[in-house]
């Protein structure tokens, strides 16, 4: 078929098309900002979304045979896959089939002694500093701000190669369109990605990564990374669904390395500061008692201490630097009190689990593998699809307890209403005759509210007030058969919503 402007002078045809020829550009223009400004990501834990972050961590694995037990990636290609590095560390990198974003995965512990010695390098090291790996590499590095806050020394080395290729791909991306990234990593590759997200967030706080760069991680089977100091900041520069600890809770794996906490690891402000002075000022002979008590609890711990770090510290560092030359052990933070990080999501096992994965003392990594997560993760309830019930409805307060005065009588007029607004992260509505919006997070079934914005002042009587402070208080969601939203605290349903609207 011939168009219209086959048989016409090209100037006429312009000027016989000039007007929807600039409203076709124009909406071109504006379908490329949106394009561009297009991030797939959200977040929140996405049960479909792990899946597919698993799916490509085995092909991370980089063992024979391994991923032909698995389908392949559905979303994602892989575009580049990197040789062995530092203590036989691996990652890879895929885009989704719309470029819209970038997977980053790392892979876990080989066969191979230098990627066990990564693992049983164990001392602590501050969270902020530098390490001197060989001559001609120095890796200045900072994961928190807090100088009590330390990490996995043997994992921040790791770290240390893998952001050295990691970082320069990130910033070649960004250039080409890609602001969005997901980062996976399984059993000691999940480990690594604690270190990695922290270091990344880091740079792009100091400036040295574009500020409209967005990071979401999944750690799976993940060791424990660092202090309680390190998973403080870690959990708050990530809150509101941006990382997440996934583990089977028949892993042993999430539970090392074995955590020594004596009493210097506590805050400043603790009931054991004054210990000494407190039980030196008691009578004889309770002073006699309390003070053998006393170094019976902090004494053990302190050499335990000291033990954890002469072996898995310097005597893990003199074999490190057999395989590192060049490699100048660092001044080591004295504790070893590691704990798990991160908002957790647990696969609970149940029968049938354990009659397809039954326990075997001779297959130490039957509950580790890919396998059984995969298995696992199927039985999860799908947090995402009841999250998105509550999306695109306006629901209408039909009970609140704790009332004093009848639920009919605090709102005559009008009930109160509640929308979540998907793109400003924010529920707005009416709390009886003032409009509120209020900033809100979501974590599974978890759910809070901040302080609404400033808004109208008419007076609207006592129900206004219940209404925003119990608001507060809430901590958990849930919907029922009947399509009815409830708010709950500590599991107790104190709100409950019917749908007036789609």
């Known amino acids: 078929?011939?168009?219209?402007?086959?048989?016409?002078?090209?100037?006429?045809?312009?000027?016989?098309?000039?007007?929807?020829?600039?409203?076709?550009?124009?909406?071109?223009?504006?379908?490329?900002?949106?394009?561009?400004?297009?991030?797939?990501?959200?977040?929140?834990?996405?049960?479909?979304?792990?899946?597919?972050?698993?799916?490509?961590?085995?092909?991370?694995?980089?063992?024979?045979?391994?991923?032909?037990?698995?389908?392949?990636?559905?979303?994602?290609?892989?575009?580049?896959?990197?040789?062995?590095?530092?203590?036989?560390?691996?990652?890879?990198?895929?885009?989704?089939?719309?470029?819209?974003?970038?997977?980053?995965?790392?892979?876990?512990?080989?066969?191979?002694?230098?990627?066990?010695?990564?693992n049983f390098y164990a001392a602590m090291v501050p969270a902020k500093g530098t390490l001197n790996i060989d001559p001609d590499f120095s890796f200045t590095y900072q994961l928190a701000n807090d100088p009590k806050a330390a990490v996995h020394v043997g994992w921040l080395l790791s770290t240390a190669y893998l952001s050295r290729e990691i970082v320069p791909r990130i910033k070649t991306l960004y250039a080409e369109g890609i602001k969005d990234f997901l980062i996976i990593g399984h059993s000691q590759g999940g480990a690594i990605s604690y270190l990695l997200t922290a270091y990344l967030y880091h740079l792009r706080a100091n400036g040295m990564l574009p500020a409209d760069i967005r990071f979401k991680t999944y750690s799976s089977a993940a060791p424990k990374p660092g202090n309680l100091y390190f998973a403080y900041e870690y959990e708050a520069m990530t809150q509101g669904g941006w990382a997440f600890n996934v583990v089977n809770a028949a892993d042993w794996v999430p539970e090392v390395p074995v955590s020594i906490q004596t009493l210097k690891d506590f805050n400043k402000i603790n009931p054991f500061v004054h210990a000494r002075s407190i039980i030196k000022s008691q009578k004889f002979p309770a002073k006699l008692v309390l003070k053998h008590i006393y170094r019976k609890l902090d004494k053990p711990t302190r050499q335990a201490q000291k033990n954890y770090e002469k072996y898995l510290g310097n005597l893990a560092s003199?074999?490190?630097?057999?395989?590192?030359?060049?490699?100048?052990?660092?001044a080591y933070y004295n504790s070893n009190d590691y704990v798990r990080t991160g908002v957790t999501i647990v696969l609970m096992p149940d029968e049938s689990y354990y009659k397809e994965f039954p326990d075997d003392s001779t297959k130490l990594f039957r509950h580790h593998v890919h396998g059984p997560y995969l298995y696992l993760l199927d039985?999860?309830?799908?947090?995402?699809?009841?999250?998105?019930?509550?999306?695109?409805?306006?629901?209408?307060?039909?009970?609140?307890?704790?009332?004093?005065i009848a639920f009919e009588g605090l709102f005559p007029q009008q009930k109160p209403q509640i929308r979540f607004n998907r793109q400003t992260h924010k529920a707005e509505g009416t709390d009886s005759c003032n409009g509120y919006a209020a900033p809100y997070q979501i974590q599974g079934n978890q759910i809070t509210f901040g302080e609404p914005d400033p808004t109208t002042m008419r007076y609207c009587g006592e129900g206004e007030k219940q209404f925003l402070k119990m608001m507060e208080k809430v901590n958990k969601y849930q919907t029922d058969a009947e399509g009815k939203l409830s708010l709950l605290l500590d599991g107790v349903p104190v709100m409950r919503f019917k749908k007036i609207n789609r």
């Open 318 to 330: 003199s074999v490190i630097k057999k395989n590192i030359p060049g490699y100048t052990p660092p």
């Open 379 to 404: 039985k999860l309830q799908d947090q995402n699809t009841a999250e998105n019930t509550l999306f695109d409805a306006t629901w209408e307060l039909e009970y609140m307890s704790g009332l004093r």
């Open 1 to 118: 078929m011939k168009d219209a402007c086959s048989n016409s002078a090209p100037s006429k045809c312009m000027q016989q098309f000039h007007l929807p020829l600039k409203m076709v550009l124009l909406a071109l223009l504006f379908a490329s900002v949106s394009t561009a400004t297009a991030q797939s990501i959200v977040p929140g834990f996405d049960k479909s979304e792990f899946r597919e972050m698993m799916l490509i961590s085995v092909r991370t694995a980089s063992i024979e045979d391994y991923a032909e037990n698995f389908p392949e990636p559905e979303h994602h290609t892989m575009i580049y896959q990197s040789k062995p590095i530092g203590l036989d560390n691996l990652w890879d990198l895929w885009t989704d089939d719309q470029n819209q974003s970038a997977v980053i995965s790392i892979r876990g512990t080989t066969e191979k002694p230098e990627s066990w010695l990564a």
